[in-house]
């Protein structure tokens, strides 16, 4: 059973960067077939798709996020993680952690979210 | 940039009724499309990719169609669980990704 778990500080200050991780557990980042991301939801807003990583390395960037994001994996460990510089309060959202599929790319499996808010 | 366009912001409906939600790309997007749902506190479920299968355990009567730039998702009788924010999403060629606004389907 494919479970995502995203983990990082709830609270981050204005001006600072924003480090979550999602650990990965009954399936392998280190895999063809599947694309892993993050999105996120500010509080009674839509979705955001936010950035894209693959086992190899390969990255993809939301273009309007591009200049504030790194998304890399640790195949060692399993995961893979998001940092986010120079945060505003408008960053303030749910991260949601998800595999995507390489042929189709929907997300097919998520984790549960994590709220982080941006405030002093 | 492709940007898609959900529609109705907001559809009341009565359980049993038929719901049908629109999602419209500036772009052609081919079959790349996806619909999710997501309730109150929870994270987003698929239900429908590549425009119209149905995702694993997704109930019969969701059903997806369309192609090009032009989708939707039909709900054919609601149950009171389908009470919910419905998001398109979808891929582009460069790759990108992108959701729509959302669709709230409310108990009228």
């Known amino acids: 059973q494919l479970h995502l778990q995203e983990s990082g500080p709830r609270l981050v200050k204005p001006s600072e960067t924003l480090s979550l991780t999602c650990a990965v557990s009954g399936d392998s980042v280190n895999t063809r077939t599947y694309y892993w991301g993050w999105i996120r939801q500010p509080p009674g807003r839509g979705l955001e798709w936010i950035a894209t990583i693959f086992y190899s390395g390969s990255t993809y960037y939301n273009p309007s996020l591009k200049s504030r994001v790194t998304i890399s994996v640790d195949t060692s460990k399993n995961q893979f993680s998001l940092n986010l510089t120079s945060v505003t309060a408008a960053d303030t959202a749910v991260f949601y952690c998800a595999r995507q599929d390489v042929v189709g790319a929907h997300f097919d499996y998520w984790g549960q979210g994590i709220l982080v808010t941006v405030s002093s | 940039e492709i940007v898609l366009t959900q529609s109705p912001a907001t559809l009341s409906l009565s359980p049993g009724e038929r719901a049908t939600l629109s999602c419209r790309a500036s772009?052609?997007?081919?079959?790349?499309l996806a619909w999710y749902q997501q309730k109150p506190g929870q994270a987003p479920r698929l239900l429908i990719y590549d425009a119209s299968s149905r995702a694993t355990g997704i109930p019969a009567r969701f059903s997806g169609s369309g192609s090009g730039t032009d989708f939707t998702l039909t709900i054919s009788s609601l149950d009171p669980e389908d009470f919910a924010v419905y998001y398109c999403q979808l891929r582009s060629k460069r790759p990108l990704w992108a959701f729509g606004q959302g669709t709230k389907v409310e108990i009228k």
């Open positions: 772009q052609s997007v081919s079959f790349y």
